[in-house]
């Protein structure tokens, strides 16, 4: 940790029970000169309690002397054992508040165009949590209806490095395990760049039109024989008039 603990309140301690600078104060604290010094005029920082740097182990009272003595002096946080590793701390990405709503929708289209993903890794893609991936999975999410799959590069809620990163090291896992990819995943795993150069996919046909002159079992392409229509007296064997016509002039 370079910064102390509740800063602003820290300073006010300094400002009230020290002779410091305002430029050492606000080294120390992470803040600006002009801010400390709005502090010592009781225009910053009105009502806060000030925070003992010495009590909660985070300077020396030699510390602050020798500060005292020397304006050029910067002074030095005390050193915490506990502290050791904190700023490494493993977990989700932090996600602002103004986009968390983004969230399902990202790992909808994380779920949807990148399928080799695990759980963790779109976790720390987007910062969420993994029932809320489960959840939008099974497709037993609240919202799920009104989620829209939106890129989680264009909401702004990781960096295209990370993705391909992330996408590059799943398939270096599911090439390990000998697990066979098919086109749709390989074209996944390329850039856009390189996805917009690659031949189209065969367009799958619409109908079985022209498959109907292919005759089974002979190889060879036949016409169809064409049916006459019928006319109407023959459908319905009507008798020729003209024969109607004969018979009476016989009688």
């Not at 993903?117 to 999410?141: F, M, N, W, Y």
């Not at 098919?182 to 390329?190: A, G, P, S």
């Not at 002979?218 to 109407?232: H, L, N, Q, R, W």
């Amino acid at each position: 940790m370079n910064k102390p603990i509740m800063a602003k309140a820290t300073a006010v301690w300094l400002v009230d029970n020290t002779t410091l600078s305002f430029k050492q104060i606000g080294d120390f604290c992470g803040l600006h000169e002009l801010e400390v010094q709005g502090i010592a005029d009781g225009d910053v920082a009105v009502g806060v309690k000030g925070f003992d740097p010495i009590v909660n182990n985070q300077l020396t009272q030699e510390e602050i002397d020798a500060a005292e003595k020397d304006a050029s002096h910067k002074l030095k946080l005390k050193f915490n054992a506990a502290a050791v590793g904190e700023e490494k701390r493993r977990g989700p990405r932090y996600t602002p508040l103004s986009k968390r709503q983004d969230r399902p929708a990202s790992i909808l289209w994380l779920v949807k165009f990148h399928p080799e993903l695990t759980d963790g890794q779109i976790s720390k893609l987007v910062g969420t949590t993994k029932p809320t991936i489960q959840a939008i999975r099974e497709r037993t999410h609240w919202n799920i209806n009104n989620i829209q799959p939106i890129d989680p590069v264009a909401l702004g809620l990781c960096k295209q490095s990370e993705l391909d990163a992330a996408v590059q090291k799943a398939n270096a896992k599911k090439a390990a395990e000998g697990t066979a990819m098919t086109d749709d995943e390989r074209r996944k795993l390329v850039s856009t760049e390189t996805s917009l150069l690659m031949d189209p996919e065969p367009a799958v046909p619409s109908s079985i039109a022209g498959l109907e002159t292919f005759t089974l079992g002979s190889g060879e392409d036949e016409k169809p024989e064409v049916e006459e229509t019928p006319d109407a007296d023959s459908f319905f064997n009507l008798p020729d008039s003209s024969d109607d016509d004969e018979d009476e002039d016989d009688k």
